[in-house]
């Protein structure tokens, strides 16, 4: 029986992961997942409305889902779509200074979790023209100067802004119900038109009709300029590119209209659009779904609007290839919404995350209590498991995205992950004592925790900017100097393990030490070897980009400073000049100089490389520094006496004597 408590266990997550895969229920008979499936145009990228109501949702409100009540974000886009008013109602957007919510006699409302405050758009809108005002002084000033106050005030007014935008995007103002708002549109330009014509003859006309249709076509055009998704695709015969949004496509019909008789021909996917908005405010599921389903099938031949990824930084002509077809496979906008839909829902780091924290648990067992096989083989079941969940997930976003596993923060925060998870089961499978384990996989929560948090900006796949968006030589280089990082990283949370095991438990003994001693060891050589080429390579791409080899900006003094770190390390070592104990205290120190590297550098706001900037990480990175310094001075000035192991082992040989 004991042999298959790692299977059950093992097999247990997989099926929550599978679980976690399928997207929840919809309100009645509506297939308002479907509709969540159609791809739009934003960003600079195709992706599916169920992404655009996530990423809005938050920006606005901090999570992807309504925090009062834990409404799905797809099912708040609809609402706002179809019913401003309740959506007006809804307690969505952040304002957690107490300052500004007792200056607007904000305290008895909202919705209150802990010291965190949501309020609804009806309950600032006494104070919209204010909260306006202020941001427009406030982004006079410099992000890093702004008070708290301040950038609270900034960032409500964008919330608000963004909000607006976003129900404009798909309903003009006056607008209501869009199918009749269309059809009512037809006959005041019919109407409007023949006063026109009166007004030009000098005979009686209607002003009120001409005036109706301006004050109509004034919304319209506002909606065309502040729309966020295109949500229209292209005509036949036009550029792939040319989606658009609701209010364009009702000006584009306007514009064209026949001369002969001044009627309105709407395109067929603004009419369908209309007709979906129209059932569901009028709760009819069956027009709804009709009309959702014609949407899919007239979107299903629909071209990709950019240029073929880059495939030629994959090693080998064959593998290069290979991805390229992967990569035009996908990247179809019918078939990548329908693909990043089910990603959304997945969601696999967060599955990755939760079951690395139940393989560092397992892990735990098996170092208190050796004997325990069991634990050992369920806490690599249960990580190889994460790891290939971790994997799938990067191998999806580079389908989705046609480029390599790290093009932002993002998504270096999760290949750090990866690459550290990678190392801890090559090293497991050679020592089977869960010190790889217990180590990486706390680098692999840490890591996907951190990439969570720097989800919250919005898009984690934006296209990239250009500077960005160059040659081969980057993608080598990003890949190969974050592996760099993975190394340096699992090299110093192993000696993490080394330290506490050593001072506060009795489980560190002789053996022990001498094996993280030599993990910690060959791990370091591999990390000097893979900062320093991914360094080198980096240089190679800025000589070609932007004309220079190294320009000592503070990205490419970190990454140097990762190499010689590294190197310094090594020399102390062959030189006699540090131990195991020195190892273990100067790898920890590693963390510190590669996070500062990694995230540091980007906080500056400088520099060539300073498209990473991260205003709310100056904070947890400052105590992360301080841990491992404070832990690094333990490390080299507490006596061995007062090592717990090393005074069992001392006392083991007193009385072996």
Known sequence: MKKLIPVIIVGLALVYTVKHAVPPKTPGEFHLNEFGRLPVLMSGRIQPIDTV????????????????????????????ITDPDAADQRHIFRLHHPEIIQDFNLSEQGYRKK??????????????????????????????????????????????????????S????????????????KSMVVAARTEALKQQQGEEHDQQAMDSFITLGQSIEQASQAGLPSIIPPREGEPAEAWTNVGQAVMRSIESLNQADGAITYPEDLRLYADAQAAFLNDNPEKFNEAVGALSASMKNLERPHKPADSEWLVGKMISATFGRAVDFFQKPSRKAKVEFFLNHLNPFACAQGTYMLGFLAALV????????????TALGLTA?????????????????????????????????WGAILLALFT??????????????????????????????????????????????????VTTVTLGYSATFVAGFLGLVYMLMGIFTPLLDKDRRKMLGKVIYGIICFATLFSFVGTILGGIWADQSWGRFWGWDPKENGALLIVI??????????????????LVNMAIFGNVITAFSWFGTNLLGVG?????????????????????????AIGMFLPEKFWMSYRRSSSGNSAAA
């Open 608 to 632: 060539l490389h300073s498209y990473g900037f991260m205003e709310g990480t100056f904070r947890p990175l400052f105590l992360f520094i301080a841990s491992q310094v404070l832990l690094v």
């Open 428 to 477: 497991e499978v050679l020592f089977r004592n869960g010190l790889s384990i217990l180590g990486c996989t706390m680098i692999g929560f840490a890591t996907l925790m951190v990439a969570h948090f720097l989800s919250l900006d919005g898009d984690t796949m934006a296209m990239l900017q250009a500077v960005l968006d160059t040659n081969a030589w980057l993608a080598t280089h």
């Open 170 to 185: 798909f309903i003009p103002e006056g607008m209501e119900n869009l199918e009749k708002g269309l059809e009512e549109l």
């Open 565 to 582: 770190f590294n190197a310094i390390i090594l020399h102390a070592r062959w030189g006699g000049m540090i131990r195991e104990r020195g």
């Open 53 to 80: 109501s996530r990423n809005m949702l938050i920006q606005i409100a901090g999570m992807s889902k309504i925090p009062e009540d834990k409404t799905p974000a797809l099912q708040w886009l609809m609402e706002l």
């Open 366 to 377: 098996f170092v208190i209590r050796p004997q325990a096989k069991t634990a050992w083989q």
């Open 115 to 168: 010291q965190l405050y949501w309020f609804s758009l009806e309950e600032l809108r006494p104070h919209l023209k204010t909260i306006f005002d202020e941001a427009v002084r406030i982004g006079e000033i410099k992000a890093e100067k702004r008070t708290h106050q301040e950038r609270q005030l900034f960032e409500v007014a964008n919330a608000v802004h963004t909000y607006q935008r976003l129900r404009l």
């Open 385 to 417: 498991l994460a790891f290939l969940i971790h994997t799938g997930g990067i191998i999806m976003r580079m389908l989705l995205e046609g480029r390599p596993p790290v093009t932002n923060l993002y998504s270096s925060a999760v290949f750090v992950g």
